[in-house]
T-cell receptor
Framework: DAKTTQPNSMESNEEEPVHLPCNHSTISGTDYIHWYRQLPSQGPEYVIHGLTSNVNNRMASLAIAEDRKSSTLILHRATLRDAAVYYCILLFMNRDDKIIFGKGTRLHILP | KAGVTQTPRYLIKTRGQQVTLSCSPISGHRSVSWYQQTPGQGLQFLFEYFSETQRNKGNFPGRFSGRQFSNSRSEMNVSTLELGDSALYLC???????????????FGAGSRLTVL
């Protein structure tokens, strides 16, 4: 099963950009990279996803390495509400497989 | 539109009992997947249903089972509960199932099960 690797925790100051890395060295050509975050006492929520090109939405940006073996979630201006556990996962095309969430990265925002 | 609804939100059971949890997906979503979340193991995939068929199953014992109805609502059942089954059980729905990698997962708030 494809897996992702993320740092256990990261810290950032409020109103500064945050770069959350994810390694997925076993990614196949048809796997999509998804990011979700889980706020305390809530289910995970979708943040962003992409296949090959960098992606932007109102919440964040996703930068995907050229070889697709790693990606970075970018929060342009962190707020205290962005403190959460961030999960990077791979979702598959044309293949039945388990969805594997790692332990994620716990992001702490310092006021 | 309404989100993913999980019931009950909280429940307490004793060892040996069985429990059934329910998940109502977003209207039009045909895939429902289930996860167990514990502090030690994180989010672990239980199984996924698409159009009433189980497409894949995680590494859990046969005490964990599920089903999906024609309206895409899904239930999971845990029989002969053990203390270690205490966890947050989450379901997620998506349009086309995990075989379509672009489809986004929408999670419910979860059902927190405590086994005494």
């Amino acid at each position: 099963d494809a897996k992702t690797t993320q740092p256990n925790s990261m810290e950032s100051n409020e109103e500064e950009p945050v770069h959350l890395p994810c390694n997925h060295s076993t990614i196949s050509g048809t796997d999509y990279i998804h990011w979700y975050r889980q706020l305390p006492s809530q289910g995970p929520e979708y943040v962003i996803h992409g296949l090959t090109s960098n992606v932007n939405n109102r919440m964040a940006s996703l930068a995907i390495a050229e070889d697709r073996k790693s990606s970075t979630l970018i929060l342009h201006r962190a707020t205290l509400r962005d403190a959460a556990v961030y999960y990077c996962i791979l979702l598959f095309m044309n293949r039945d497989d388990k969805i594997i969430f790692g332990k994620g990265t716990r992001l702490h925002i310092l006021p | 539109k309404a989100g993913v609804t999980q019931t009950p939100r909280y429940l307490i059971k004793t060892r040996g009992q069985q429990v059934t949890l329910s998940c109502s997906p977003i209207s039009g979503h045909r895939s429902v997947s289930w996860y167990q979340q514990t502090p030690g193991q994180g989010l672990q995939f239980l199984f996924e249903y698409f159009s009433e068929t189980q497409r894949n199953k995680g590494n859990f014992p046969g005490r964990f089972s599920g089903r999906q109805f024609s309206n895409s609502r899904s239930e999971m059942n845990v029989s002969t509960l053990e203390l270690g089954d205490s966890a947050l059980y989450l379901c997620a729905s998506s349009l086309g199932g995990q075989g379509t990698g672009a489809n986004v997962l929408t999670f419910g708030a979860g059902s927190r099960l405590t086994v005494l």
